[in-house]
């Protein structure tokens, strides 16, 4: 069941945004930081250290591991000591990624050493990553209340892939003009900065009331987590393979069609509004999840760029508001002394398709083309559609808490 409220008027909206606003600034931080090395750092490890695609590979996907390792404890860990301090430590762990990033710059001309320091460092991003970004949601919860939990994990999710789209080509250009030890100096600057913004933030009332057992919380989070995962792996295998697929149809515009994925998507996160609390998590979900598949399906019978191009905005529209509306649904179903750890359990399978979809879409295209991924991507997509069917029918999940 649902939970629905009245509609707000601009006014409101525009009130309660603006005390979300400064809760998710830290995570746009912490994502900028992780954009600033996306485009870098293969071909640092690559052609500066001298190592192959398979260490520059695990060099670039350490910090994900890290990530997936250390989300679900760091909602936990939110519950616990309350956000701010929880933020504060993932800002301290990323200024310190930062360092080691100077370090690892300092002593490229020893490649073993400085590779070392620098999975380390990724390790570190990546804890801060789980760290902040989970109990920036939990933060911005305490600040305005549960019936705006849509609008929170939203505001979120703009931070997050807005952070990703501007880190990317500035790490370039940062890289481009000074070198790979001002990408260290810069993610130590902002890890700096970021704290010092919340350091001079009150801390939220802490959610007083009994937690669940954790396995309890994993129990409850499970069927949804299922249906985030299922339509993660489109947008996984799309950001992933997308340069491929266009090369194999001798197309350009592969960048072009990342980057109307994440327009679209951040597009759908503004002007979504009252979606969810109108209508309900399980609709808004069930909506997103047939408009990805679309998209998906599009992208595989696609027979030029331009229909490519359509199909990777559809994506990004679809696969929106596929993690807000669920996980409204995932709060009200435990208790409130609970709920970063269900945000950091339920963030899990969004790590977890991310880590599946790039194995996954090698293996498809290995025999069936890359037009396929795009094929087996929407399926999950509908599989998602029936698995949250069934939940909003009460036959996977039980009633509010």
Aim: net charge positive.
């Amino acid at each position: 069941m649902s939970t629905h409220v009245h509609l707000e008027s601009p006014e409101s909206v525009l009130k309660v945004t603006l005390r979300i606003v400064p809760c998710v600034l830290f995570t746009f931080f912490c994502y900028l930081a992780v954009g600033l090395q996306l485009a870098v750092l293969p071909g640092y490890v690559h052609d500066v250290l001298g190592y192959g695609p398979v260490v520059t590979g695990l060099a670039v996907s350490m910090q994900s591991i890290a990530t997936l390792i250390t989300r679900a404890p760091a909602g936990k860990l939110s519950d616990t000591i309350g956000p701010k301090r929880s933020v504060m430590r993932g800002q301290v762990v990323g200024a310190a990624s930062g360092v080691l990033l100077l370090m690892a710059y300092a002593f490229e001309r020893s490649p073993a050493f400085s590779l070392g320091v620098l999975m380390l460092s990724r390790c570190m991003l990546g804890l801060c990553e789980s760290q902040i970004s989970n109990s920036g949601i939990t933060w911005g919860l305490l600040q305005v209340g549960n019936a705006h939990t849509a609008r929170v994990i939203s505001w979120n999710g703009v931070a997050t892939y807005g952070g990703l789209a501007l880190g990317a080509p500035l790490g370039v250009l940062v890289a481009g003009d000074l070198s790979f030890g001002a990408i260290g100096a810069a993610v130590l600057g902002l890890g700096l900065l970021s704290l010092a913004i919340s350091w001079s933030r009150p801390a939220p009332p802490m959610q007083h009331g009994a937690r669940m057992a954790y396995r309890s919380v994993v129990a409850r989070v499970l069927p949804f987590g299922g249906g985030l995962c299922l339509g993660t792996l489109g947008m996984g295998m799309l950001t992933i393979f997308v340069t491929l697929y266009y090369a194999s149809h001798h197309w350009d515009g592969a960048a072009t069609a990342l980057t109307v994925f994440g327009c679209a998507l951040i597009l759908v996160r503004l002007i979504s509004g009252n979606w969810i609390p109108r209508f309900g998590g399980f609709k808004v979900a069930l909506g997103s999840l047939v408009v990805e598949a679309l998209g998906l399906a599009l992208l595989w019978l696609a027979p030029n760029a331009a229909l490519a191009l359509a199909g990777a905005a559809l994506t990004g529209m679809g696969f929106s508001l596929v993690f807000p509306a669920l996980g409204v649904e995932v709060v009200t179903r435990v208790s409130p002394g609970s709920r970063g750890a269900a945000i950091g359990v339920f963030s899990v399978f969004f790590d977890v398709a991310l880590a599946v979809a790039g194995p996954l879409a090698g293996y498809i295209s290995k025999d069936h083309g890359y037009a396929a991924i795009y094929l087996v991507a929407a399926c999950g997509c509908l599989v998602a559609v029936a698995l949250v069917e069934a939940m909003r029918r009460g036959r996977l999940v039980g009633q509010p808490a």
